[in-house]
């Protein structure tokens, strides 16, 4: 049964990804920076906000944490794959700066000397934007990049009182060109020219309203940044505007679920002027996707109801938090709790052989968590920071999948990683951990684990012990070579006595010679 659910999910899962426009978004976040201050969050933003956007029928081209190299690479990318897109997106997090106007987006290994680095260490805005104008219809800027910046106040300073103007706070706005497409959305964390907060949790305030609002059902692009403007705005307790320059000539939806007579996914432009006999296709793409949650919802409910254990109903709860059967699960957890559940499946509660029939039939019921796949949502729910997601890296090469040396930032390598883990483990491989999967993973890896950290901790005592001996060593062999000075300076004193009582000597006889010849002249 297990694998013949498995099976079904595959399916089902197969059929989620909308047969919509072509969709095509790049997204980058940078945070762990070399030569300054490193920021916890922009690769979290970025993970979450790919799997938003994949999740909308985006072809997304994403990176972590890229040097230079890696940037042109991914735009290259992405610049190949935008070419006549129905949308194209950008979307970046992490460390920017504007100098006279032009908005710069900051590598992880740049090292920003003087003017020449800037066109040698930064991509620029307009670059990226350039490679979204060929043929696109809608193009969607959303820089999350407005965060105090120490390398645009060292450049400042190296430019010189007459230059050091054109290094500003924040970035710069962006004005909308015409491409002849039909419009262009352009959003920034906060307004032009001043400094956004990175926030505290695992998402930047302005990306957490963002993935909140973006998939909203029936919600134009115009909606969806108005709503994030005003949470944002409440977030920071009006410390931060998010500023948005639209030039569109209709309404755009990202997740249009309406009737057939008025459906267009892909929404490029007035929807009221759209023929109904054009967009019914997607009307159906877009019905097809509510019944295949909805199916999977159920499945997933079944196979709880089934077990009918508290872990298997907070589960659910966990994978659907505001699910259909939501009421139901909590009722059945206060159920089993108080310890009131009444009849078995089977009334026969005291034939043995019964009884051991329906334990047997339980347990061979699969877990649900298996059948509820990872995605970028479940992962970023979990809360990890970089010392955790190190961890998890850790663990994945204690089970035997490489994922390379633990970093922090989970790029193609770890995601490959993660993958291989679910595959191995009857998982859906998706890429993406869940919350029952990392306690599944960290159980089978908790012996490995600690006998990881105690050879680490280990280790560094003995650096520790070893650094404490050189110490100890520098320290006496310094006190030696001082025995030793003073040594040698009392022999040269006591030589040098000796030299000046025999120079007063000579001196004395020497003087009694000329004195004599002196007087015997005169």
Same mark, same amino acid.
């Given at each position: 049964?297990?694998?013949?659910?498995?099976?079904?999910?595959?399916?089902v899962?197969?059929?989620?990804?909308?047969?919509?426009?072509?969709?095509v978004?790049?997204?980058?976040g940078n945070?762990?920076?070399e030569?300054?201050i490193?920021l916890p969050?922009?690769?979290?933003?970025a993970?979450v906000?790919?799997g938003k956007?994949r999740g909308?029928?985006?072809d997304?081209?994403? @990176?972590?944490d890229?040097s230079y190299?890696?940037?042109?690479?991914?735009?290259?990318?992405?610049?190949?794959?935008?070419?006549?897109?129905d949308i194209?997106?950008?979307?970046?997090?992490?460390h920017g700066?504007?100098?006279a106007?032009q908005?710069l987006?900051?590598?992880?290994?740049?090292?920003?000397?003087?003017?020449?680095?800037?066109?040698?260490?930064?991509?620029?805005?307009d670059?990226i934007?350039? *490679?979204?104008?060929?043929?696109?219809?809608?193009?969607?800027?959303?820089?999350?990049a407005c965060?105090?910046?120490?390398?645009?106040?060292?450049?400042?300073?190296r430019?010189g009182?007459?230059?050091? @103007?054109?290094v500003?706070?924040?970035?710069?706005?962006? %004005?909308?060109?015409?491409?002849?497409?039909?419009?262009s959305?352009?959003?920034?964390?906060?307004?032009p020219?001043?400094?956004?907060?990175d926030?505290?949790?695992?998402?930047s305030?302005f990306?957490?309203?963002l993935?909140?609002?973006?998939?909203?059902?029936?919600?134009s692009?115009?909606?969806?940044?108005t709503?994030?403007?005003?949470?944002v705005?409440?977030?920071? !307790?009006?410390?931060?505007?998010p500023?948005v320059?639209?030039?569109?000539?209709g309404?755009?939806?990202?997740?249009?679920q309406?009737d057939a007579?008025?459906q267009?996914v892909a929404?490029?432009?007035d929807?009221?002027?759209? #023929?109904?006999?054009?967009?019914q296709?997607?009307?159906s793409?877009?019905?097809t996707?509510s019944?295949i949650?909805?199916?999977?919802? %159920?499945l997933?409910?079944?196979?709880v109801k089934?077990?009918?254990?508290?872990?298997?109903?907070?589960?659910y709860?966990?994978?659907y938090?505001?699910?259909?059967f939501k009421?139901?699960?909590?009722?059945?957890?206060?159920?089993?709790?108080?310890g009131?559940q009444?009849?078995?499946?089977n009334s026969?509660?005291?034939?043995?052989?019964?009884?051991a029939g329906? #334990?047997?039939?339980a347990?061979?019921l699969?877990d649900?968590?298996?059948?509820v796949p990872g995605?970028? !949502?479940?992962e970023?729910?979990?809360?990890?920071?970089? +010392?955790?997601?190190?961890?998890?890296?850790?663990?994945?090469?204690?089970?035997?999948?490489?994922? =390379?040396?633990?970093?922090?930032?989970f790029?193609p390598?770890?995601?490959?990683g993660i993958?291989?883990?679910?595959?191995?483990?009857g998982l859906?491989p998706? @890429?993406?951990?869940?919350?029952?999967?990392?306690?599944?993973?960290?159980? *089978?890896?908790?012996?490995?684990?600690?006998?990881?950290?105690?050879?680490v901790?280990?280790?560094?005592a003995?650096?520790?012990?070893?650094k %404490?001996?050189?110490?100890?060593?520098?320290?006496?062999n310094?006190?030696?070579?001082h025995?030793h000075?003073?040594t040698?300076q009392?022999?040269?004193n006591?030589?040098? @006595?000796g030299? +000046?009582?025999? #120079?007063?000597f000579?001196?004395g006889?020497?003087g =009694?010679?000329i004195?004599?010849?002196?007087?015997?002249?005169?």
């Amino acid at each position: 049964m297990f694998k013949h659910l498995i099976a079904v999910l595959a399916i089902v899962l197969a059929g989620t990804a909308p047969a919509l426009a072509k969709r095509v978004a790049l997204v980058i976040g940078n945070g762990a920076y070399e030569h300054t201050i490193a920021l916890p969050n922009p690769a979290n933003d970025a993970e979450v906000m790919a799997g938003k956007l994949r999740g909308l029928g985006f072809d997304v081209v994403s @990176g972590m944490d890229q040097s230079y190299t890696d940037m042109r690479r991914t735009v290259m990318e992405f610049a190949k794959k935008a070419y006549g897109a129905d949308i194209a997106l950008l979307f970046y997090a992490g460390h920017g700066m504007q100098i006279a106007g032009q908005n710069l987006l900051i590598p992880v290994d740049a090292k920003i000397e003087d003017e020449t680095s800037i066109d040698f260490e930064t991509i620029s805005v307009d670059f990226i934007m350039r *490679q979204m104008s060929k043929d696109v219809k809608v193009q969607m800027v959303f820089l999350d990049a407005c965060r105090d910046n120490p390398l645009a106040r060292t450049l400042a300073r190296r430019m010189g009182p007459s230059r050091s @103007g054109a290094v500003g706070t924040g970035l710069a706005e962006i %004005k909308v060109q015409e491409t002849g497409g039909e419009g262009s959305v352009i959003a920034f964390s906060t307004s032009p020219g001043d400094v956004a907060l990175d926030g505290e949790g695992s998402n930047s305030p302005f990306t957490s309203a963002l993935i909140r609002h973006i998939d909203t059902p029936n919600a134009s692009i115009q909606t969806v940044m108005t709503r994030v403007t005003g949470d944002v705005y409440d977030a920071t !307790e009006k410390r931060q505007r998010p500023w948005v320059n639209a030039s569109l000539i209709g309404e755009v939806f990202l997740n249009k679920q309406s009737d057939a007579g008025s459906q267009q996914v892909a929404s490029l432009g007035d929807t009221a002027k759209t #023929a109904p006999q054009a967009v019914q296709p997607a009307a159906s793409s877009a019905a097809t996707q509510s019944t295949i949650a909805w199916e999977r919802e %159920k499945l997933v409910w079944n196979t709880v109801k089934e077990s009918d254990t508290v872990a298997d109903y907070e589960a659910y709860l966990s994978a659907y938090p505001e699910g259909t059967f939501k009421n139901f699960a909590r009722n059945a957890i206060k159920r089993l709790q108080e310890g009131t559940q009444v009849a078995a499946r089977n009334s026969a509660a005291n034939d043995a052989t019964t009884a051991a029939g329906v #334990a047997s039939s339980a347990t061979a019921l699969p877990d649900p968590q298996k059948a509820v796949p990872g995605t970028a !949502e479940t992962e970023a729910s979990i809360g990890w920071n970089r +010392t955790a997601r190190r961890e998890v890296q850790t663990r994945l090469n204690l089970s035997g999948n490489n994922v =390379g040396r633990p970093d922090g930032a989970f790029g193609p390598k770890t995601r490959a990683g993660i993958t291989a883990w679910q595959t191995q483990n009857g998982l859906v491989p998706s @890429g993406y951990f869940t919350a029952a999967q990392y306690v599944l993973l960290t159980s *089978q890896t908790e012996t490995q684990y600690a006998a990881y950290v105690a050879e680490v901790n280990r280790k560094r005592a003995a650096a520790a012990a070893a650094k %404490k001996t050189r110490s100890s060593t520098t320290r006496t062999n310094t006190a030696t070579t001082h025995n030793h000075q003073n040594t040698r300076q009392r022999q040269q004193n006591n030589n040098n @006595g000796g030299n +000046t009582a025999g #120079a007063a000597f000579m001196g004395g006889v020497v003087g =009694g010679i000329i004195g004599g010849a002196i007087g015997s002249r005169y």
